[in-house]
C-alpha cells in the first residue's frame, strides 16, 4: 500500500517512516509538513492510505479532510488522545499515539492490508455489474408484432425516436420497439454511435456525406440515403469525432 506521511515534525516523520520501513507491504510514496504542501503530495501521488499529524501550526488534519475531493485511508497520529472521538467522526481508520509503538502500529496495518481487500472487492463487483457498452460486434433481439430478428448492431445505420418507441433501421426493415431513446444511448459504444439529436441515434460507420446546414448544424447522409439533421449543439462535438 503505498503511504503518504503528513506531519510537521520531521523527526516525527522520519521515526514514523523507519517503523514502516519493517513492513514489505507499505511503500512511503512521500512525507508531507503542512496541509496545503499535503493536497499538493495527495494530487500528485495519490497515496492508498494517509498517516496524518492533527495538531499542525495554521491547519489542523481535520482541516485537510474538509479540504479533499478524494479522502484516501486515514490514520491519525497524535500526541492527544483528546481527539480521538473526533477522529472517528469523520471514520478514520485508526489513531496512533505518539511515540508510535511498533506493535500498535503492525495492528493498525493489519486493519488497513483487510480495508484495502474489502474496497478492491467492491470496486470488482461494480465493474462486473455495470451494463456493458454495446458495440458493432454485438447482437440485439428486436420484436415488433409477430416478427422478430437478431440484428447485429453494425447493421443497424438508424435509431429515431418516435413517442414512447424506437424505429430501427436495418435492411428494408424499421420495427419498432418499446424503449427510450435515452436509456438506448446510455447502452451504446460512443465510439460507434452518435447522438444526433434529440430524436435520431447514426451509426458513424453509416456516414456517407456531411454538409452544413442552418444557424450550424450539420445534415449526414448515411449510405442508403437517410439524410439527418445533427443539431447546432452537437455539431462541434460530430465534427471532432469525424476528423483526423
Keep these: 500500500m503505498r503511504a503518504l506521511i503528513v506531519d510537521?515534525?520531521?523527526l516525527a516523520r522520519k521515526e514514523l517512516i523507519n517503523l514502516?520501513?519493517?513492513h514489505d507491504k507499505v511503500e512511503v510514496v512521500g512525507e508531507a509538513l503542512n496541509v496545503d504542501d499535503a493536497k499538493e503530495k495527495i494530487d500528485q501521488l495519490q497515496p492508498d492510505v494517509i498517516f496524518l499529524d492533527i495538531q499542525m501550526p495554521e491547519k489542523t488534519g481535520f482541516d485537510l479532510l474538509e479540504e479533499l475531493d478524494h479522502v484516501p485511508l486515514v490514520v491519525f497520529t497524535t500526541a492527544y488522545d483528546e481527539f480521538a472521538i473526533q477522529a472517528?467522526?469523520?471514520?478514520a481508520l485508526d489513531y496512533l499515539l505518539k511515540p508510535v509503538e511498533p506493535a500498535r502500529l503492525a495492528e493498525t496495518l493489519v486493519k488497513l492490508e483487510k480495508k484495502m481487500e474489502d474496497l478492491k472487492k467492491e470496486q470488482q463487483e461494480s465493474t462486473e455489474l455495470a451494463p456493458k457498452k454495446l458495440s458493432l460486434a454485438d447482437q440485439v433481439f428486436v420484436k415488433?408484432?409477430?416478427r422478430c430478428w437478431f440484428v447485429k448492431l453494425a447493421n443497424v445505420r438508424l435509431f429515431e425516436s418516435d413517442g414512447n418507441y424506437i424505429k430501427v433501421?436495418?435492411?428494408n426493415n424499421k420495427p419498432m420497439?418499446?424503449?427510450?431513446?435515452?436509456a438506448l444511448d446510455e447502452r451504446l459504444d460512443e465510439k460507434?454511435?452518435?447522438r444526433a439529436s434529440r430524436k435520431h441515434i447514426i451509426n458513424l460507420s453509416w456516414v456517407d456525406t456531411i454538409e452544413p446546414w442552418f444557424n450550424g448544424g450539420l445534415v449526414v447522409t448515411l449510405k442508403g440515403g437517410d439524410r439527418i439533421e445533427v443539431s447546432r449543439r452537437q455539431a462541434a462535438r460530430f465534427k471532432d469525432l469525424m476528423s483526423l
Design 177 to 182: 420497439i418499446h424503449k427510450s431513446l435515452n
Design 20 to 22: 514502516l520501513s519493517n
Design 169 to 171: 433501421y436495418f435492411d
Design 144 to 146: 415488433d408484432g409477430d
Design 88 to 91: 472517528f467522526q469523520v471514520n
Design 8 to 10: 510537521d515534525e520531521r
Design 192 to 194: 460507434s454511435f452518435f
